[in-house]
């Protein structure tokens, strides 16, 4: 008996200083991570730093933090942020946001709201950092521009979710639904209000390679670029519209996509309208464009839906025949 109780008493004091020395681990680190950024000219700031849990977690709290990368432009303020974690599986962390934060770019700065935003995150047990898989969720998530407090974009639900393959590649998923855009969008594209306020969901399912594996250098050095985007599966509804997609571009150095997105559109001649009111189409070039997609549909036995494939060529894109101007670039900033 005195044996087993020796043993007990020898393996809690253990794990009390296996959890102390991790606990000072962390919070040396973050508060080294901060110090670095600031060195990099960086605002990064937060009012308090504390980690709890103990025995069996290790609870991360950042108290009115601001992070402020001046070689982007972007900032990012919270009252709080969470990052937990098991202290026997300490690389697969839960990161809970506030339910209002501020997020600026070099443009604008947005207030963003959200109901029970949390992801869940494993990393590779390496000092790199480098997530393996990630899932984001958000029951309400809302966007209002600071200047502009009734151009608010919603969403009743999304989610995120991303799993590295083999080297930089990554399997990325989104589902979103209940989208009502801000007024001045929803006007654009739908001055006549013919289709409904709310656009149905939005799925995506692609595969992206990148130039160098996504870790903590994808924060402090440099964003890990796209190379390769292989669309498996985008898929929209609003009203009467559907719109596909599938396909795959290799993205070249200067960051304008080479390849082809196939398109399958349902109702597409609504869509037209909406490119024209959104002044994506130019007028002079509409009853052009509807036209010949009328006579590629027509070849294809079905007036109403359209399979055309959206083509990026020498830094242009083409919609079937029609060509429609430059190929945006694609870096991340």
Do not use: C
Request: hydrophobic share 45%; glycine share 8%.
């Amino acid at each position: 008996m005195r044996i087993l109780l020796a043993v007990i008493v020898i393996a809690a004091l253990g794990w009390s200083a296996y959890w102390w020395i991790g606990q000072r681990a962390l919070m040396r680190g973050y508060a080294d991570w901060f110090e670095a950024r600031r060195a990099e000219g960086w605002v990064a700031e937060a009012s308090e730093i504390r980690v709890r849990g103990f025995p069996n977690r290790f609870d991360t709290g950042f108290s009115d933090l601001v992070l402020a990368d001046p070689a982007t432009g972007l900032a990012w303020e919270a009252p709080y942020f969470q990052i937990n974690a098991l202290s026997y599986r300490p690389n697969h962390v839960i990161a809970v946001w506030p339910d209002e934060q501020l997020v600026a770019t070099p443009q604008q700065k947005y207030r963003v709201e959200t109901r029970d935003m949390r992801a869940s995150l494993r990393i590779a047990p390496s000092t790199d950092l480098a997530p393996e898989n990630l899932t984001l969720t958000a029951e309400f998530l809302q966007v209002t521009p600071e200047a502009r407090a009734g151009d608010t974009t919603a969403l009743t639900s999304l989610t995120l979710a991303g799993a590295r393959q083999q080297g930089t590649s990554y399997r990325l998923g989104l589902s979103a639904e209940g989208l009502n855009l801000a007024p001045p969008w929803r006007d654009r594209l739908d001055p006549e209000g013919r289709l409904p306020a709310q656009i149905s969901g939005l799925e995506a399912d692609l595969t992206v390679t990148f130039d160098k594996v996504w870790n903590r250098s994808a924060i402090e050095v440099a964003r890990p670029q796209p190379t390769r985007i292989e669309v498996d599966l985008v898929d929209g509804l609003w009203g009467q519209l559907h719109l596909q997609a599938a396909g795959a571009v290799e993205v070249p150095p200067e960051g304008r996509p080479e390849g082809e997105i196939t398109l399958k559109a349902r109702n597409w001649r609504d869509m037209i309208a909406v490119a024209q009111a959104a002044g994506a189409l130019p007028e002079s070039l509409a009853s052009t464009v509807e036209n010949s997609l009328g006579l590629l549909a027509r070849m294809n036995g079905n007036r109403e839906t359209l399979d055309i494939p959206l083509t990026f060529s020498g830094g242009r894109v083409r919609l079937g025949p029609i060509p429609l101007g430059r190929a945006p670039v694609l870096r991340l900033r």
